[in-house]
Each structure stands twice: as C-alpha cells, then as structure tokens.
C-alpha cells in the first residue's frame, strides 16, 4: 500500500513537473511569434505553432502583451554573425561556444533565418523550469522545486528576455544544472554523478568563461566538506580531481584556439574591459585584463569599490527582480520579496542553504564591479540569481508551514535554538543594512578628497545626508527627489577642510497656491553664503560657491531656508532670518559638489536671479 501511494505521489509530481514546463513552452512561443513572427520550419510546424500561440493567450488571461520587434542589434546578432562564420566547435572567437553552436544548430533547420537566435534562447529558457524544479527538489524537497519552477514559468521579464535571443537563458540554464550536479555529488559521489559535474562544469564555462566564479569555489567546498570522512576521502578527492582534469581537456581547446588565433586564451573575459572602461569615460588606448582592471578599481577608488560590490551582491541584484510579476497579482512582487528574504537568511543554517548561498554570491561577484557602469546594470546580467531567490521563498513558506503543522499537532519545539538563530540573522541583516546606509557618506568623502566631483541623490539609502527636515523620498515622473517638511531643510556633507567648492543644487519651489515668487538662503554649518530667488516651479540648477575659509571641520551641514518674503530686515543679515513664511518648502532632486575657487557668494540660477535685486547681502 505504501509503495503504491509512493508510485503515485511521484507520478503526480513528474506530471506537474511537466505541465509547467509544458506552459512555460507556451508561454515563450506565443512571446517569440508574437514578438518576430513564426519559425519556419516546414509548413506543418509552422501551423502547429499558428495553433498552439494562442493557447499562451489563454494561460495568461491577456495580462502579458509582446511588442514586435525589429532587427537584431548587439549581443543577438553578434551571436548570429559567430555562428554563420562558425567552422567547428572549438573555434577560436571572441564568444564561448556553446550558445554560438545551438544558434548554428536552429539556423541550418529555419533556412538561415534571424529568428533562430531567439529560438536557441527561448529553448534554454524554457529547460531553466525543469532545471529549478530538480534544483528546488534536491535541496529541498519536491513541494519547494515546483513552487518555483511554476513562478520562474511564469515570469514576465524571464519570458521577454528569454525570446530576443541573448544567451542569458542558457548560462542561468548551466549554473543551476552545475548547482545541481554539485549537490549530487555531494549526496553520492558516484561515478555517475562525478560524470555529470563534469559536463555542467565544462557547459557552463563554455557558455561563460566568468563561471569559474562558482566552479572554483565550488569544488573547494565539495574537497573540503569530506575531509573529515576518511573511508570515502580518497575516493572522493580522485573523483573531484578527475572533474576537474577532465573539465579542464574539455575547455581547453577552445582557450588554446583563442590564444593562437587572437593571441588571448581569455579574449571572451578580457574584451569586456574595453567596453566597461569606455562606458565609464576611460580613454582606451589598448586592452586591460580583466584581473589588471579589478585591481585598479579596488587601488584607486577602495570604498566606492567595496559601496559597489556589496550592493552587487546583495540589494542590485535582489530589487531588480519579482516586479515584473505584478501582472498576475499587486501583491505578488511584495510577498515573494519578504519570503525570499526570510529563506536566504534561514539558509544560514542549513547545510545545503549554506551551499545554495555560496553559490548565489560567487556567481553574482563577476557582475558586482561593473553593475553601477552604464550598460553593465540590465536585468538579464543577474537572470540566473532569479531561480536561487525563488527557491529560497519557496523553502521559507514550506519552513513556516511545517513549524505551523507541528505546533497544531502539540508539537514542542526548541525555542531557545529557533530565537538564538533568529536573533543572529537579525544581527547579520541589521549589519549588513547599516554598512550599506553608512557607505554613501564614506563614498562622498573619499570622492572629494580625490577632487572628484561628488553627487548627493535622495534614495532609500541617503538616511545620512537626509534626516527630520525632510519628508521620505518618492518617484514622480521617473525622478527620485525630498521635498522639505517646512522652510528649513538641511543636509549633512562631508566636506574637506580648507578646500572651495561648487555647489549645484536642483531644486524647485514647491507650489502652495501663491504666484509670489520663492527666496532662498544657503548656510554652511549656520553662516550664510549664498541667497537668491527660485524662479519657476520647475526643477532647475542653482550654483553657489564656498570659500576655503568657511570650509572648518570634516562633517558639514548645508542648510537651505525658503521664504515668500524678500526680508529686507537686518536680522536677514545673519543666520537667524526674521519675517519668514513658514508654509514655503522645496523639493531638492540632487547635490552637486565640485572643487572651485570662489569668486563670490551669489546663489545663481539658470535665470541668474542673483539676491541683490531682491534683498540685502
């Protein structure tokens, strides 16, 4: 009887399994014909998909729309344009192979056609289901793996991305194949599972070379966690060693190729130097290893580089993900949020959490230094992070769920321990919260005193330059700005002492029903140096100067008064202003703050309203 409901438990398991790769099939070719037209693949294939589209319209109710798209441009073509030239395998180009190799594997079957570049990326991007449901499934249990398989299905953004003809789908595909395989040989060891880790390992550096972010440590940790087993260390040090020989033939022909045909066996990493140096203003005179760079950024700019690597590997990645999920439910995006939360941290103390976690953070550190870069922050660089976090809330529910199963049935359970890890994951996440809000200001500092210029922007992390005078930060109209809770608002900067500076604020007045038109006071740490009058309700740049002489200790507190009133009192002379409108308050979008030698201390903006037509000096 038992094995019989086992039979059946596990028939019903693979036919889910399969139902949601299957809707994730028809979620993706409706989203590539609509989106480039049908595949030609012989007029019976091309009806089938004509009648099989429109069921992804009925999976989804009508919530999801696909734009049609035009030419390919970027990464896609250069893909299609590899795989044309493309004589075998192991070529020497400065793409990794595999994705190259299925493109030209859909291009000889669809007549040469663009579109079989975004169908070898639909492809990968449908198997990622399966892939996280065997990931979830291992780790985790069965209930785990099918509850986010059937989001990463699903997904809006994964199934948009997974149709243009990228080969993100394909490295998210062998990262979480490779996780996979590492916790399989890590269960049993066989030669079996020792066959598979070294397929996942040679694919996905195959696909990217960066994958060795994971590997490595990967395998370091699988070396080590059996070190205190002496019947099977052995054999499980000359299994993994094997892995790695044999992975190592495996992806060294096409190193060996690069080298002797564009002189770098690393060309597919180093190339990527030239683009992100140029996007961030670097003059490019010859090529930079990837290593050389890394190491350049961390000399020259350590704590904007440690600001940016911790963001990478913690919130970039993680805030950019689940919203696109609001189609299906407003709350959605929220909850998968908070639960994700809570799985990552529960991980902590979880052998195979620990191990999930490990590989989460080693497979995001290679996009970590480059995501503030314009170009290097788009969705698709941290796609494979997404099947992780949803693992991770899928885990926490299933976690919550069995502790309140247990506690229904008078289960008794261990308070002290649950509290003692409770209380250690709100430390580490409390830490981890208070580097991130205390960083910009380190950040600012170490950017002026390298006579940089330096930028101060509302956010959810400018608690440092932003306090009481102003009201919470919001986006309206695609910016990010405070406005003040009354006519004082000030902001603390770290300014360096005995230096001038520049300062350009973009600021606008914030309308109260009165066309009068709005003034305003600038002091530094309560003298004041610069006046002038807001001429529009739009935002607009207002410059003043500092004098080297005003410039004292290293904490500073720029402080903006607005008032309806010009105040031609002679207490406007000093930091305490008479006759002031309390109801007048300002919306301040950034902060500019350069090096410059004042010439004067008239506030400016771009009507050059300068204050001594409108009040005393």
């Avoid at 199934?159 to 269960?187: E, K, N």
């Avoid at 003692?420 to 910009?440: D, E, K, M, N, Q």
């Avoid at 109260?512 to 530094?524: A, E, K, M, T």
Wanted: glycine residues 8%; proline residues 6%; hydrophobic residues 50%.
């Amino acid at each position: 009887m038992q094995r019989r409901q086992s039979v059946a438990g596990h028939a019903t398991e693979f036919l889910l399994a399969l139902a949601t790769t299957v809707a994730a099939g028809l979620l993706r070719l409706e989203a590539l014909v609509g989106s480039y037209g049908v595949v030609p693949l012989g007029t019976t294939l091309e009806a089938l998909q004509a009648r099989l589209a429109p069921l992804g319209t009925w999976l989804h109710g009508g919530r999801l729309t696909w734009p049609q798209l035009g030419e390919r441009a970027g990464d896609p073509l250069a893909y299609l344009n590899n795989a044309r030239a493309m004589t075998w395998f192991y070529q020497g180009r400065a793409r990794e192979p595999v994705f190259n190799y299925v493109t030209r594997w859909w291009l000889e079957r669809t007549n040469n056609a663009d579109i079989a570049v975004s169908v070898a990326s639909a492809l990968f991007s449908v198997l990622c289901v399966p892939a996280t449901y065997l990931l979830g499934r291992l780790a985790f249990g069965p209930a785990v793996g099918l509850m986010a398989a059937v989001v990463i299905a699903i997904e809006p953004e994964t199934i948009s991305w997974g149709v243009q003809g990228w080969r993100d789908d394909t490295f998210t595909f062998f990262f979480v194949a490779f996780s996979a395989a590492c916790l399989l040989f890590r269960a049993r060891p066989s030669r079996g599972n020792a066959a598979l880790l070294t397929m996942a390992t040679a694919l996905a550096l195959l696909t990217r070379l960066t994958a060795l972010s994971f590997v490595a440590p990967a395998f370091l940790l699988l070396a080590w966690e059996v070190r205190r087993k002496p019947a099977m260390r052995g054999m499980v040090w000359r299994r993994l060693a094997a892995c790695a020989v044999v992975g190592t033939v495996l992806v060294a022909p096409y190193l060996v190729n690069c080298w002797t045909t564009l002189g770098d066996p690393f060309v597919a990493v180093n190339r990527n130097t030239d683009f992100y140096r140029a996007r961030a203003g670097q003059q490019v005179v010859e090529r930079v290893r990837t290593d050389a760079y890394l190491v350049s950024l961390v000399r020259e700019r350590p704590v904007a580089t440690a600001d940016t690597v911790l963001q990478g590997l913690t919130t970039y990645p993680f805030m950019n993900k689940f919203q696109a999920l609001h189609v299906w439910s407003p709350w959605l995006p929220r909850v998968l949020q908070a639960l994700t939360l809570g799985g990552l941290l529960t991980w902590l103390w979880s052998p195979l959490g620990r191990w999930l976690l490990m590989l989460l953070v080693s497979s995001l550190l290679p996009y970590a230094f480059t995501w503030e870069i314009p170009g290097g922050a788009e969705w698709r660089f941290t796609m494979h992070a997404y099947p992780i976090y949803l693992i991770a809330a899928a885990s926490f529910l299933t976690t919550c769920a069995a502790a309140i199963t247990s506690l229904s049935k008078g289960g008794a359970p261990a308070w002290r321990r649950i509290m003692g890890r409770a209380a250690a994951s709100v430390v580490l996440a409390g830490t981890v919260a208070a580097t991130l809000l205390w960083l910009p200001y380190v950040r600012v500092r170490e950017t002026l005193a390298i006579t940089q210029n330096a930028v101060v922007t509302p956010g959810w992390r400018d608690l440092v330059f932003f306090r009481r005078d102003w009201q919470a930060p919001f986006d309206q109209d695609g910016v990010t700005s405070r406005v003040s809770r009354g006519q004082v608002a000030r902001v603390w900067v770290p300014l360096v002492p005995g230096r001038g500076y520049r300062v350009t604020a973009a600021l606008a007045p914030v309308s109260s029903g009165s066309d009068s038109p709005v003034y305003l006071r600038v002091y530094l740490d309560g003298r004041r140096v610069a006046w002038g009058q807001l001429p529009s309700a739009r935002f607009s740049d207002y410059n003043f100067e500092l004098d080297p002489a005003v410039v004292g200790s290293s904490r500073h507190v720029i402080e903006f008064r607005a008032s309806r009133l010009p105040d031609t009192s002679e207490a406007a002379r000093g930091p305490g202003d008479a006759q002031v409108d309390e109801g007048t308050s300002i919306r301040l979008r950034s902060l500019t703050i350069a090096m410059h030698k004042p010439q004067g201390g008239h506030l400016r903006g771009e009507r050059d309203a300068l204050a001594a037509r409108d009040g005393p000096g």
